[in-house]
């Protein structure tokens, strides 16, 4: 049993590393190379995506340090096992840490938001706001590879239904209303019931979003901060 430890331990490092790396080149190729993300120049969602330079150098230093210590783990797992265990184990923690990307944006929005409050870019500007079907987004319909990485807290989901719910609406104004420079103000729904530069309906997102996709026009939202 002990003889096949290292063995093991590499086998499950490998396949977890292996899984994870697929998600990163996805992820790279799509929204680098391939200019399909979202989120470029969004600032609450901090410091990964807020230069695309800075997210392919992160992911090929990311992706190149999983390659070399799965290398190291397999030519040490015997001679050495004490160390290719660490190594393996280091590995496995960070990519798990990953997975907390989209909790870290959260908390980023909100310590931006909290540093605002109380100025006109710390909520979204008043004036008249267009939702309507064109400009809803459903969960269900995002693809396998799309929902995978929106659970590393990747891709254009970044922290799946949790944070978003089961479906989000984009506002778009209406002529004449003042946006601040305000960018990626939605109505969406989502586990947290708190949202710093949107509108969080929670669960009750499925029953406006159905209502807005009877709609035969899109609907006005009067946003307005009076007493």
Not at 41 to 61: A, D, K, T
Not at 183 to 193: A, E, P, T, W
Request: hydrophobic share 40%; charged share 20%.
């Amino acid at each position: 049993m002990t003889k096949k430890l290292p063995d093991q331990l590499f086998a499950v490092c490998c396949i977890w590393n292996v899984f994870y790396i697929l998600v990163l080149l996805e992820s790279l190729i799509s929204e680098y190379f391939m200019d399909r993300f979202f989120y470029w120049g969004y600032p609450q969602w901090g410091r990964l995506y807020s230069s695309p330079s800075f997210f392919l150098w992160f992911n090929l230093f990311y992706i190149l340090l999983l390659s070399g210590a799965m290398f190291y783990v397999w030519h040490c797992r015997k001679s050495d096992f004490k160390r290719a265990a660490v190594v393996a184990i280091c590995v496995a923690v960070v990519s798990i840490a990953n997975m907390h990307v989209s909790e870290y944006n959260r908390y980023h929005q909100f310590k931006i938001f909290e540093a605002e409050r109380g100025e006109d870019s710390s909520r979204i500007p008043a004036g008249i706001w267009m939702v309507g079907p064109k400009t809803l987004q459903s969960y269900a319909d995002q693809g396998l590879m799309n929902k995978v990485k929106g659970w590393w807290g990747r891709g254009d989901w970044p922290g799946g239904k949790n944070i978003w719910g089961n479906y989000r609406i984009w506002l778009v104004p209406k002529a004449g209303t003042d946006i601040k420079n305000r960018r990626g103000l939605v109505i969406h729904g989502g586990n947290y019931h708190s949202s710093p530069w949107g509108i969080d309906m929670g669960p009750e997102i499925d029953d406006f979003a159905r209502r807005l996709q009877a709609s035969d026009a899109p609907l006005e939202l009067n946003i307005g901060y009076d007493d």
